[in-house]
């Protein structure tokens, strides 16, 4: 089982599963073309791709979708809030598929707990996939973390997680006052502090890869994030991988 990233942040999202002959991809906000060679630079194509699983309606995450999917004919997996709040920004989706956020289902070599998550999409939530052996969450865009998210994630192999701002940088930066207020809100994204408190108290003995992603560009810098998450992890803040904007991160192997 590996994992990688396409690209994290404000400018778009998007993240690779693979296990055996299945190859999922959450999110999908970059374009065609650029999905394509984005893909192409982790050696696949648009056709090895089974299926795409969709967090919630924001552009960043949903831009390429429409295009992506018609183009490769793959299912679009999704909750009925995101679907509803979907169909405008992309028009007629080839195959698409209801997901329950509480109820676990298969597709191929993975199998997929979906989970709600605290953000001002109308039905967001994120993934915990295994492929029986392994396990590896991508959990970003939220405003705080819950118990039921703490139950569900302990003892991952694999971690791909929001490290969003720096809260120093955002309150002093230039955002306005309500986009502030929006980031920083229990609806909005998750500090680095914030991030640090949760993945301390997890049971992480198994962790092979943690990744910090959706790092703004505007209020937060890799180095912030890699110390929080190093001093959360206790190891040293060079083995924290940071998700970048245009080169995502290469394959994480979970052995």
């Known amino acids: 089982m590996r994992f990688a990233s396409l690209g994290s ?8 599963v693979q296990a055996g002959s299945t190859t999922l991809l959450i999110d999908c906000g970059f374009g065609l073309a650029d999905t394509r060679r984005r893909l192409g630079r982790l050696g696949l194509e648009l056709s090895d791709l089974t299926a795409i699983l969709l967090t ?13 999917a018609r183009a490769g004919g793959m299912p679009v997996w999704a909750t ?9 920004q992309v028009g007629e989706l080839p195959q698409v598929r209801t997901i329950n ?5 298969e597709i191929g070599d993975l199998s997929i707990t979906p989970f ?8 967001s939530c994120q993934y915990l996939l295994s492929d029986g052996a392994r396990r590896f969450a991508a959990v970003t865009d939220l405003g705080h ?3 039921h998210m703490a139950a569900l994630l302990g003892g991952c192999e694999g971690l791909l997680f929001e490290c969003n701002h720096d809260r120093d940088l955002l309150l002093g930066g230039p955002y306005p006052p309500s986009l502030k207020r929006r980031v920083d809100g229990d609806l909005g994204h998750l500090s680095n502090d914030a991030a640090a408190a949760f993945i301390g ?7 092979q890869h943690f990744v910090a992603a959706h790092l703004s560009e505007q209020n937060n810098r890799p180095e912030l994030a890699q110390a929080a998450m190093a001093g959360a992890l206790g190891c040293g803040a060079d083995w924290i991988a940071v998700a970048d904007q245009d080169l995502g991160i290469d394959w994480c192997e979970l052995a």
């Open 56 to 68: 919630h309606e924001h552009g960043d995450h949903v831009a390429g979708v429409g295009p992506v």
């Open 9 to 16: 942040g404000s400018r778009g999202n998007a993240t690779l």
């Open 101 to 105: 956020c509480h109820a676990p289902w």
């Open 201 to 207: 108290g997890l049971d992480c003995r198994r962790l």
């Open 80 to 88: 009925p809030g995101t679907l509803a709040a979907l169909a405008p």
């Open 116 to 123: 709600p998550v605290p953000h001002d999409g109308r039905e």
């Open 145 to 147: 973390t819950t118990a």
